[in-house]
């Protein structure tokens, strides 16, 4: 397969198209990308993919901005048919001081369509944002990292339920402008979406359904916590 990869300035116009399809690709996969661990059988299903969905149009708003709120938006398409295969959200590192953009950036989302996974997809992806940036961060579950070892990045801790990486020259002085889970919880659409599952499911199944998912969470971090210790211990 023929990949081309390319950035987006922004995605109004005739780029709304690549935007949509960028988020029916997060609802599609979207416990691939969050913090949380689900299956499409937990109760909390729809409402832990709008948060996702709702995450990444957040992102999307910022692609092209003249600030230090921009993102970074790579596409990519097969070369013969045109075809959507995958995204790649970045967010540029900023000087904690000035507020310019540093050579610098996390990957805040990164996704290949399923069909067309295992075709050099990601590669390519990856191959673009490192040759963009002299230095990658990002976070990842524990069953991701032995790939993105692959690519040259380092484990460098843990954050919550996954483990920061980061690839190249360290930055100094540099910080993340990030979207904030208040403000994704507060949308509209992440917030009735629950209410429709209270409606669907009942108070006390979804009340359940939290206690749960909140448990899995905890032992998530405590999996993530041992496996970089266990890592470091294995490297030392």
């Known amino acids: 397969m023929k990949i081309e990869v390319y950035e987006l300035n922004s995605i109004t116009g005739e780029n709304v198209q690549s935007g949509n399809e960028v988020l029916n690709l997060v609802s599609d996969c979207s416990e691939d990308l969050s913090m949380f661990s689900y299956e499409e059988t937990n109760l909390l299903y729809d409402y832990l993919t709008e948060r996702e969905v709702v995450r990444a149009r957040l992102l999307l708003d910022r692609v092209g901005a003249k600030d230090f709120h921009e993102t970074v938006l ?31 950036a996390s990957i805040t989302l990164i996704a290949v369509c399923k069909e067309s996974r295992r075709n050099g997809v ?18 990842c579950s524990p069953k991701l990292v032995e790939l993105y070892l692959k690519y040259g990045f380092k484990v460098e801790g843990y954050f919550q339920t ?9 930055l100094e ?4 402008v990030s ?9 509209t659409s992440v917030i009735n ?8 499911h009942g108070k ?33």
């Open 74 to 104: 790579m596409i990519a398409k097969c070369i013969d048919t045109g075809k959507f295969l995958g995204f790649c959200i970045c967010s540029p590192f900023i000087h904690s001081g000035t507020y310019e953009k540093l050579d610098g």
């Open 122 to 139: 990601f590669s390519k992806l990856m191959e673009n944002v490192k040759n963009k940036y002299s230095n990658v961060t990002l976070t």
């Open 162 to 170: 996954h483990i920061c990486m980061t690839y190249g020259t360290a």
């Open 173 to 176: 002085n540099g910080c993340l």
């Open 179 to 187: 979207v904030d889970d208040e403000v994704v919880m507060g949308t």
């Open 193 to 200: 979406s629950y209410k429709k599952l209270v409606a669907k």
């Open 204 to 236: 006390s199944a979804m009340d359940s359904a939290q206690r749960s998912w909140m448990s899995d969470f905890s032992n998530d971090e405590k999996i993530a916590k041992n496996y970089f210790y266990k890592h470091n211990l294995r490297d030392a």
